[in-house]
């Protein structure tokens, strides 16, 4: 990586150099920080710390793990935990959510449920953010129950 750092003039009050100097460091001291490589490569990638999900009778009680860039909330709820229910509901921030296969079941602004591409449970709102409307955030309640049969 080729990084070329435009140092300020050394009398310059407000500069770099004045900057660093405050903290006892001076220039050759941060040159070689930018010719060393970045991080380790690794092959070996394990998941940060997570809860697992509650298994209860006829139900799984997890959590929000992250909000995406559209405002859907992913769970750490694993479609395995759930397969065998009939009739699945998700209860969150107040409301009971059906699960659904498709987006394009449900009506603009209207919640569902479904299992999303990486197999987990995710809410979301048709056309607009789950989030926002729901008020949730990462670490948010999730459970999911089995009605029976509809």
Same mark, same amino acid.
Request: aromatic residues 6%; contains cysteine; charged residues 25%.
């Given at each position: 990586?080729?990084?070329?750092?435009?140092?300020?003039?050394?009398?310059? /009050?407000?500069?770099?150099?004045?900057?660093?100097?405050?903290?006892? #460091? /001076?220039?050759?001291?941060?040159?070689?920080?930018?010719?060393?490589?970045?991080?380790?490569?690794? %092959?070996?990638? %394990?998941?940060?710390?997570?809860?697992? &999900?509650?298994?209860?009778?006829?139900? @799984?009680?997890?959590?929000? @793990?992250?909000?995406?860039?559209?405002?859907?909330?992913?769970?750490?709820?694993?479609? %395995?935990?759930?397969?065998?229910?009939?009739?699945?509901?998700?209860? @969150?921030?107040?409301?009971?959510?059906?699960?659904?296969?498709?987006?394009?079941?449900?009506? &603009?602004?209207?919640?569902?449920?479904? #299992?999303?591409?990486?197999?987990?449970?995710?809410?979301?709102? %048709?056309?607009?953010?789950?989030?926002?409307?729901?008020?949730?955030?990462?670490?948010?309640? @999730?459970?999911?129950?089995?009605?029976? /049969?509809?």
């Amino acid at each position: 990586m080729n990084v070329s750092i435009i140092w300020d003039l050394d009398d310059d /009050e407000e500069g770099n150099v004045q900057h660093i100097a405050e903290h006892g #460091i /001076e220039k050759d001291d941060v040159a070689h920080v930018f010719d060393a490589p970045v991080g380790t490569e690794t %092959s070996d990638w %394990s998941p940060g710390w997570l809860e697992d &999900p509650e298994l209860g009778n006829g139900r @799984v009680s997890g959590v929000v @793990v992250t909000v995406d860039s559209f405002g859907n909330l992913i769970t750490n709820i694993d479609a %395995s935990l759930i397969e065998g229910f009939e009739n699945a509901i998700v209860h @969150v921030a107040g409301h009971d959510i059906a699960m659904n296969s498709t987006y394009g079941r449900v009506k &603009p602004g209207e919640y569902l449920a479904l #299992i999303n591409s990486f197999g987990v449970v995710e809410i979301a709102r %048709s056309e607009e953010s789950a989030a926002g409307g729901l008020g949730c955030e990462r670490g948010a309640p @999730v459970i999911v129950s089995d009605l029976g /049969e509809a």
